[in-house]
T-cell receptor
């Protein structure tokens, strides 16, 4: 199994450009989420989804949009990139149900905004 | 979710057991203890979790004290590839949207030396 796949692995944007970070999982997981990781800040939740068609905001949602049209995919959109969005982005997924299922993470997208 | 306290760094000799402590003195009765690790430039990886009984899997053992206020992750025979940041996380296991809302602190940087 591929698990959680994120593309691209690296991206450089100019301020004001838009782009979509892709995330796909092949484990039929209900829950998917996006985190960003900055030095000294740990992982912070951006957006999450509890199933296809359902999304909600996390801790730091401003500047990002998400949609969940299928169980497998959960893309993260940057509408107008800013230098403050320079970070490493991780997508994660887990089973639904009782809520004790562990998160499975992708290997991240390293984004630089100049 | 209860707060956790971990030492910022630890060293271990290759082949020896690595014992990583975590203090969670405010843990509630329905909160699980999770351990993840993050190898440099990779996404976090789930290791193990437990409620009150000791747990063991192919990666590690988790020892939770009887009062559940602290726990220890044991890597029985550490290798150089175990060098990583280890995160101890405490959270309630419940159905619904909070399943993925893990709060990652700064963790413990374990360095395995040859």
């Amino acid at each position: 199994n591929a698990g959680v796949t994120q593309t691209p692995k690296f991206q450089v944007l100019k301020t004001g450009q838009s782009m979509t970070l892709q995330c796909a999982q092949d484990m039929n997981h209900e829950y998917m989420s996006w985190y960003r990781q900055d030095p000294g800040m740990g992982l912070r939740l951006i957006h999450y989804s509890v199933g296809a068609g359902i999304t909600d905001q996390g801790e730091v949602p401003n500047g990002y949009n998400v949609s969940r049209s299928t169980t497998e995919d959960f893309p993260l959109r940057l509408l107008s990139a800013a230098p403050s969005q320079t970070s490493v982005y991780f997508c994660a997924s887990s089973k639904g149900g009782t809520g004790i299922s562990p998160l499975h993470f992708g290997n991240g997208t390293r984004l630089t905004v100049t | 979710d209860a707060k956790t306290t971990q030492p910022p760094s630890m060293d271990c000799a290759e082949g020896r057991a690595a014992n990583l402590p975590c203090n969670h003195s405010t843990i509630s009765g329905n909160e699980y203890v999770y351990w993840y690790r993050q190898i440099h430039s990779q996404g976090p990886q789930y290791i193990i979790h437990g409620l009150k009984n000791n747990e063991t899997n192919e990666m590690a053992s988790l020892i939770i004290t009887e009062d559940r206020k602290s726990s220890t992750l044991i890597l029985p025979h550490a290798t150089l590839r175990d060098t990583a940041v280890y995160y101890c996380i405490v959270r309630v296991a419940s159905s619904g949207g909070s399943n993925y809302k893990l709060t990652f602190g700064k963790g413990t940087l374990l360095t395995v030396n040859p």
